[in-house]
């Protein structure tokens, strides 16, 4: 099972960027995916997720912001990045788990800064 990350960088305050993450190794279908976050001295935190019935999900923080999508025939899950802060400076990382068992992949993570 291989989660690869890539689309990380850096971006003046108020940019864009967007986060790519290509599974590997699953059934794309059976699970949820989606992006969490850690800031420097930071828990992870969720930061956008697909979920039942490809129903999404938002930290507050990036709502309006960050639209998360995926692409079933490229097992590919994408996070679009608007209008960056420098408070979404953090190491993203993609992540996949079962719908059912609750197994759970994890991504290397990919370096977001932002620059004010």
């Known amino acids: 099972v291989q989660l690869q990350a890539s689309g990380g960088g850096l971006v003046q305050a108020g940019g864009s960027l967007r986060l790519s993450c290509t599974a590997s190794?699953?059934?794309?279908?059976?699970?949820?995916m989606g992006w969490y976050r850690q800031a420097p001295e930071k828990q992870r935190e969720l930061v956008a997720t697909f979920a039942s019935g490809g129903s999404t999900t938002y930290a507050d923080s990036v709502k309006g912001r960050f639209t998360i999508s995926r692409d079933i025939a490229k097992t590919t899950v994408d996070l679009q990045m608007n209008s960056l802060k420098p408070e979404d400076t953090a190491v993203y990382y993609c992540?996949?788990?079962?719908?059912?068992?609750?197994?759970?992949?994890w991504g290397k993570g990919t370096q977001v800064t932002v620059s004010s």
């Open positions: 992540y996949a788990i079962h719908y059912y068992n609750g197994m759970t992949y």
């Open positions: 190794g699953i059934t794309f279908s059976s699970y949820f």
